[in-house]
């Protein structure tokens, strides 16, 4: 029987991911040759046993006698993620699960699923999922930052995120979408940015509700000088130039300037765009306010990037919190007295977040701070306001 190419694209992906600790962009980047049709369908398909990876393991595991070779592992996840999840008809999701593994494995995928697809939905009956579905060290941090609300985040986590949008002063919002309230509007999960009317014309740009909340806290007004610390992609800074401010976006990879600079020229939107160490950036100069969305374990997106949580270990988030703490006191050399920090993260971390108010670098005094969760139907993010102190 032929490959089915967008399982092998899942596996590949699967692959990638929980064997060689790649991201599922990296992974789909180097992903086998396939139509985009077949590579959006692996991308979905692995998507799915990602986010349910616990709650498949422990429905595969009564038809099981031992743990199964890696492509066997990857066949079985994938075809219990179709059978459970995705209502793919049961005899197409085992034929195309069968259909990745080497011939000495065909038996025991055709036989498992099989078992799998006269159980149905049913096999998920009665596991808690919240918990197989989320690595106990995060379930212990969450449940350690943000209390009885884990388990609401970890369930919100079951979901793909819709697709956000932040308009351009003046432009319209495509048709189809949700008004949020803020300046963001809602289209539902799948919506193809590039295909709305608008985007050709720099209308619009991707960015979650939570993400757009910094730069407006941060309320940049027409003329401020304001420095963008870890710029890329890019929707902070074309927030804070939409608003008139004359914007310095600062990345230190080389590699994500191309992307910043095409969205902005897409937006028709103007900044002065710096490669450098935002940590040790020194323009000599002084801005009005200065916004840091610093690097971290990302763990407040996991409902776009389901590969987060089996790609972070616990000795990521000290190294991330001191690598944010860098940035944090270099940005509080580059505001005037007076002037504004606005320190996000995308991190449901305490140590990524709210721990960092506990040792401000020296000047700077906390304003006001918020912090988001998946269960409010949005990314994780914790932000602060600062200000500088006048001498």
């Known amino acids: 029987m032929p490959a089915n190419a967008a399982r092998l694209v899942a596996a590949h992906l699967l692959e990638a991911v929980l064997e060689r600790g790649r991201s599922l962009e990296d992974g789909l980047d180097h992903a086998p040759a396939a139509d985009g049709r077949d590579k959006a369908a692996g991308h979905r398909i692995a998507a799915a046993v990602l986010r349910r990876l616990g709650s498949l393991d422990a429905a595969l595991e009564p038809w099981l006698r031992r743990d199964p070779p890696a492509p066997a592992k990857r066949a079985l996840r994938i075809g219990a993620a179709e059978l459970l999840l995705l209502g793919t008809p049961p005899h197409a999701a085992v034929s195309a699960a069968v259909s990745v593994v080497p011939r000495p494995l065909a038996g025991v995928v055709n036989a498992v699923l099989r078992r799998v697809a006269e159980a149905g939905p049913a096999a998920l009956d009665g596991l808690d999922a919240e918990r197989l579905d989320t690595p106990a060290w995060l379930w212990a941090a969450w449940h350690a930052a943000h209390g ?18 932040s308009l351009r002063p003046g432009a319209e919002a495509p048709p189809g979408g949700e008004a949020l309230g803020n300046g963001s509007w809602r289209f539902p999960a799948g919506t193809r940015m590039t295909e709305l009317p608008g985007f050709a014309e720099g209308a619009f740009w991707a960015q979650d509700q939570a993400a757009a909340l910094p730069a407006a806290l941060l309320a940049a007004r027409p003329g401020e000088r304001v420095a963008e610390l870890c710029a890329a992609p890019g929707g902070k800074t074309a927030q804070l130039a939409a608003a008139g401010a004359q914007v310095v976006a600062v990345e230190r990879e080389a590699r994500r300037i191309p992307r910043l600079r095409e ?97 401000l670098p020296p000047g700077l005094v906390a304003e006001e701070t918020r912090r988001t969760t998946p269960d409010m139907g949005m990314d994780g993010f914790f932000m602060a306001r600062l200000r500088r102190a006048a001498p």
């Open 148 to 165: 009885a609300r884990v388990r609401a985040i970890a369930r919100a986590h079951r979901e793909e995120a819709p697709l956000d949008l």
């Open 263 to 359: 969205n902005l020229a897409r937006l028709r939107l103007e900044a002065e765009v710096v490669q450098a160490d935002a940590a040790q950036w020194a323009p000599g100069v002084l801005f009005d306010a200065v916004l840091l969305d610093a690097p971290c374990t990302a763990t407040g997106t996991v409902r776009r990037h389901p590969d987060v949580p089996h790609l972070k270990r616990p000795k990521d988030v000290p190294a991330l919190a001191q690598q944010q703490r860098a940035l944090l006191e270099n940005a509080a050399r580059l505001v005037r007295p007076g002037g504004r920090v606005v320190f996000a993260t995308c991190s449901l971390q305490k140590e990524e977040g709210e721990d960092h108010l506990g040792a």
